[in-house]
């Protein structure tokens, strides 16, 4: 592998993405794969920089498809109530990438589950989580955005979509409302029973106050970020955002658990 994160210059998605994924070594990794699934940041109905734009997943898929023979998934279970993850992926433009590159799409909502057990989880000392999502490699392709509970909302954080619906909806709030009362403990959580294979977050534009709206970064942050360490990625990305990641509290309790946060962030290639 390459370097722990890789922080590349925003050209255009099908450069940008390759560099970032060629200088933490992704290609050598996924061409041993034999089930690869991109797990956007799809959240509801809202167009980018809220939700992940489909020319950056197509990105990620044509790299894959250039260096592994793997079967290629992408997958989401969004937050919005009444929006399937089906739904958001066509809404967002994913069923045209589906069948350009012969890609899978999955509803990880309604997705075979399998219950999942640690007792060193306080919050969720069992998890329900997609067969899928366990018996793949898992590359989160979340946007660069603060978050209104959680600090920020990168790889792992993205990885709630994971969270069905039907075991972590509450009333009619939100999908995976059982992550809110302690957001920071409860995505450290749901990571140490599956957190991401591969990171690459865009960080083209972020969100500089709120997850689902309000005021972009200005100027844009420009920039790609890319590595298999997803404590070492979330940890650059809240520093893009201009927060120190040990406050934002499941980067801090996963920091030598899950992985290791960065001392810094150095931009590869401008």
Known sequence: MGQAVAVVGFRGYWDSVAAALDAVGAAAVLGRQRRV?????????????????????EAVVRYVRDCSAAEVLVGEGPGQVGLSGLDALHLHGYGALARRYGVTLVDLDGAELKRLENPLCSVFPELWLPRVVLESFVVSVPVLKAHSLAGVTLSMKNMLGCAPAAHYRRGDAWNKAAFHARMGAAVFELNRYRKPDLALVDASVGLAEFHLGGPTCDPPVNRLLAGFDPVAVDAAGATLLGLDWRRVEHIRLADGVLGRAPQGVRAVGG
């Open 37 to 57: 699934l991109i797990k956007p940041n799809l959240v509801n109905a809202a167009p980018p920089p809220v939700t992940l734009p489909v020319a950056c997943a």
